[in-house]
């Protein structure tokens, strides 16, 4: 049973640039979560998305950012027109609903 | 979500059991308290959860107070491998719902 799974583990970019992260849940969790890690800082939740759904945005950044989970394929959380200070570890969470979130290994991003 | 309260960092002796405190005197009475940790700035994993029943699993034991304000995570048998900052978090065992991490007990095992 594999685990959560982000791709890419790391992401370079140039200032101004998009990232595109994306996050495949455990096999039959229908609810992602993205956390951020900035260097030095703890872990702070940004999005809880459920199958078609945002249900909770409140850690999310007013502007630039954006997340989605389509009824196919992986969660993706989208960085227009990054800035150094977006250079962190993303992080992604599943779960089945009422259990615990299980987190994939993350996403380095790196802005230059 | 009831606040965590947890010292800054711990060392414990490899091979001898590692016991973290954590402080939850706000909690009431649907919250469960978590404990996940955070190897080297590795993804967390999660380690064990509980409402007011002590649990154990293959990781770890936890043992809450019969008051529920303060719980302890157990590991029985510490290994380098260990080494990781630890968070305890309470919060209500419901369908879905983020995670709110403090700053978590820092614990060094050394050989």
């Known amino acids: 049973n594999a685990g959560v799974m982000q791709n890419p583990r790391h992401l370079v970019r140039r200032r101004g640039q998009e990232a595109r992260l994306r996050c495949s849940p455990m096999k039959g969790h229908s609810h992602v979560y993205w956390y951020r890690q900035l260097p030095e800082e703890g872990l702070k939740f940004m999005v809880y998305l459920q199958k078609e759904n945002i249900i909770d945005e409140s850690g999310m950044p007013k502007e630039r950012f954006s997340a989605e989970f389509p009824k196919e394929g992986p969660s993706i959380l989208r960085i227009q027109q990054v800035v150094r200070g977006d250079s962190a570890a993303y992080f992604c969470a599943s779960s089945p609903g009422d259990y615990p979130q299980f987190f994939g290994p993350g996403t380095r991003l790196t802005v230059l | ?111």
């Open chain 2, 1 to 111: 979500d009831a606040k965590t309260t947890q010292p800054t960092s711990m060392d414990c002796a490899e091979g001898r059991a590692a016991n973290l405190p954590c402080n939850h005197s706000t909690i009431s009475g649907n919250e469960y308290v978590y404990w996940y940790r955070q190897i080297h700035s590795q993804g967390p994993q999660y380690i064990i959860h509980g409402l007011k029943n002590n649990e154990t699993n293959e990781m770890a034991s936890l043992i809450i107070t019969e008051d529920r304000k303060s719980s302890t995570l157990i590991l029985p048998h510490a290994t380098l491998r260990d080494t990781a900052v630890y968070y305890c978090i309470v919060r209500v065992f419901y369908q879905g719902g983020k995670l709110i991490f403090g700053q978590g007990t820092e614990l060094s095992v050394k050989p």
